[in-house]
């Protein structure tokens, strides 16, 4: 076991311009229109999953605002990302969000045919073409591609940075945690009516937590409100990134909600405390102790149970929220076995809609365990099917629930998207544990206005 990770890191202090965020910013198509062009077109994007191609010739397919993005894996392993358009006519090569080809995408239209690795391998009457035979001169259009924790990113910027780069301190919190062995456990996924970074800005900061979720009023005191995330600001930690990417590590706050009336503790952080080698008679009254108490333990056993990265990560990571959130359009909560994976993409050409995933990945190790374990991620229901990801399910607001705790933050999107069209609300006024949100929107026009970081 390697020596003991006592000291969380923290990133550079930022400085902040005071921008307003008015109302236009989600509803105004000028403003997406130079949103799409200035920063959707320069950004690394989450777009795949390495687990879900796991044979040369199988495919994947994600859509971001107008574009079709096409991953496919290659013979030597690796993988292409391409345009979903034939160079022929424009016709989009694939219509489904996933499959597989035994040799060639092949184009409905007038049958052009293209390798997996994009080299145009067939084109009827060949000799036809007064600039020569297409297969000579004729290739899908690539974008830049590269893989990390599990995941296929793209960038439509041909002369970007790296995304080692681009990720900045991301990448070596991540590449600690064994991320590209865990698997998707639940898959929800719906449009709803409100712009994406009305969902970005709810989760770049803590504030709403006791009043949304925990139906807290204007004169609780906070500093009282415990549940399983300890939301205070003031014990919790905020940290912006150079690159434009921000953390939030929020203690596990294990007082309220785990034991009854006689002070006993009870489920899931029983069970929790067992699957760890601990009694819970031990903490009677005294809930608070457990959080110290599991990071120990978790020291002590998590190797040998199988978790792998335990003696790679930090104490607090066994016990508390590290909530990041990467520019421009993925937040992810990453515990120490699993991480609530929440990505909202821009609707095609209307600024009030937006796709927005609600995912749930876990360990190997903790999908053994299952509810035993007591981790969040364990709670959520296992639906894979050996090795295989969670099938994607495709709700529709309104009708379907795309989870629990959710639902509520769904809620105040809808809402807020319409308060956003009033003529009377006259731009933001933030408290200082929402700076994340203000730098967020300055990072969109330093992209706009051709400012990019590094």
């Known amino acids: 076991m390697s020596e003991q990770i006592k000291i969380l890191d923290r990133w550079p202090e930022q400085e902040t311009r005071g921008h307003t965020i008015p109302g236009s910013r989600y509803t105004s198509r000028a403003f997406m229109e130079r949103e799409w062009e200035g920063m959707w077109t320069k950004v690394w994007l989450l777009l795949g999953r390495e687990a879900e191609l796991p044979n040369p010739g199988d ?77 000579e001169h004729v290739r899908l259009q690539e974008l830049r591609c590269e893989l990390f924790a599990g995941f296929i990113w793209v960038n439509m910027d041909p002369d970007c940075q790296s995304l080692k780069s681009y990720l900045g301190p991301i990448w070596d919190d991540w590449a600690a945690r064994d991320i590209h062995t865990w698997r998707r456990t639940m898959a929800n996924s719906m449009w709803l009516p409100c712009n994406w970074k009305v969902v970005l800005d709810n989760f770049n900061e803590s504030y709403h937590v006791p009043t949304v979720h925990q139906g807290a009023t204007p004169d609780t005191d906070r500093k009282a409100i415990r549940g399983h995330i300890d939301t205070y600001f003031k014990e919790t930690q905020f940290d912006l990134s150079n690159e434009g990417h921000n953390r939030m590590v929020m203690k596990g706050g294990f007082g309220i909600g785990s034991t009854d009336e006689e002070g006993n503790i009870v489920e899931p952080l029983a069970s929790q405390l067992r699957y760890w080698e601990l009694d819970p008679e031990d903490f009677k009254g005294n809930p608070e102790a457990t959080r110290e108490a599991l990071q120990a333990a978790k020291r002590q056993h998590g190797v040998a149970k199988g978790y792998t990265h335990y003696d790679r990560i930090p104490d607090e990571q066994f016990t508390d929220a590290f909530h990041y959130t990467l520019f421009p359009n993925f937040a992810v909560s990453v515990w120490s076995d699993g991480f609530h994976f929440l990505r909202a993409r821009p609707h095609p050409n209307d600024p009030e809609q937006c796709l927005f995933d609600n995912w749930w990945y876990a360990s190997p190790a903790s999908i053994e365990a299952g509810a035993s374990g007591g981790g969040r991620q364990a709670r959520r229901t296992i639906v894979t099917d050996g090795d295989q990801e969670a099938p994607l399910q495709m709700l529709t607001y309104g009708e379907d629930s795309i989870g629990a705790a959710i639902e509520e933050d769904v809620a105040v999107f809808v809402t807020q998207q319409r308060g956003f069209r009033s003529r009377g609300f006259k731009g933001v006024y933030l408290s200082n544990q929402e700076k994340r949100i203000r730098r967020y929107h300055e990072m969109i026009d330093d992209y706009i206005e051709g400012r990019l970081p590094g």
């Open 59 to 135: 495919w994947q397919m994600e859509e971001v605002g107008t574009e079709e993005i096409l991953m496919v894996r290659q013979k030597d392993g690796g993988v292409k990302a391409f345009y979903n358009v034939c160079q022929h006519r424009g016709n989009p090569l694939v219509s489904e969000s996933k499959g597989s080809v035994l040799r060639r995408f092949v184009c409905k239209y007038h049958s052009w045919a293209f390798l997996p690795d994009g080299t145009l391998n067939f084109a009827p009457d060949k000799e036809d073409f007064p600039e020569g035979n297409p297969c």
